[in-house]
């Protein structure tokens, strides 16, 4: 990472920090039968994942839980296989600042509403969703452990090779798990 880079990362970090310190939300513990409401948050830079994504989302909806979701494209443009979806709003490199922060009306009231669960299914780490998720007034977030992760209320542990379909197994697996 060049100086300019880690100056931008800091400075983002930094901005996210003191957003986080005057924010206050109400944790409680959510399984996939107490759920009523869901964020879920994706990468859409790879048409595989965005279609496991959506039959991830189609998974939660029928099984009753009312389903919001954003999809992040790590790349400037919105990849031309999106289809235009009722609960599902997208965003790339396009929509964030030079700190890394995304700068979308919708992204900011994604993270007000005030969701039972909300489930991170990325695989890498990126600093829009780690903004995001850290702000979220969700009660219950989900999501990937990474090295300095510390946003989430579950955090699931993955081998580097993974891929999403294990991923989102696990995440089933454990928010099944989980008595209420």
Do not use: W
């Not at 990362?9 to 869901?38: D, H, P, V, W, Y």
Request: proline fraction near 3%; include cysteine; charge should be neutral.
């Amino acid at each position: 990472m060049n100086l300019f880079n880690a100056i931008r990362s800091k400075l983002g970090r930094i901005i996210l920090k003191s957003k986080m310190a005057g924010q206050t939300r109400e944790k409680s513990t959510f399984n996939l039968s107490s759920a009523r409401t869901c964020g879920v948050i994706f990468d859409a830079t790879v048409h595989e994942n965005y279609d496991k994504a959506l039959k991830f989302i189609a998974y939660l909806s029928e099984r009753g839980i009312e389903v919001d979701a954003v999809a992040y494209v790590h790349k400037r443009d919105l990849q031309p296989f999106f289809l235009p979806h009722k609960n599902i709003d997208y965003f790339s490199k396009k929509n964030i600042s030079l700190l890394g922060i995304p700068n979308n009306p919708y992204i900011g009231d994604f993270i007000k509403k005030n969701f039972d669960l909300l489930i991170d299914i990325c695989l890498e780490e990126y600093f829009p969703v780690e903004y995001i998720v850290s702000l979220s007034a969700a009660s219950f977030k989900v999501g990937r452990q990474f090295k300095n992760t510390d946003q989430y209320d579950l955090m699931i542990s993955l081998d580097e090779n993974a891929d999403l379909d294990f991923f989102i197994s696990q995440v089933k697996h454990y928010l099944d798990m989980i008595n209420h």
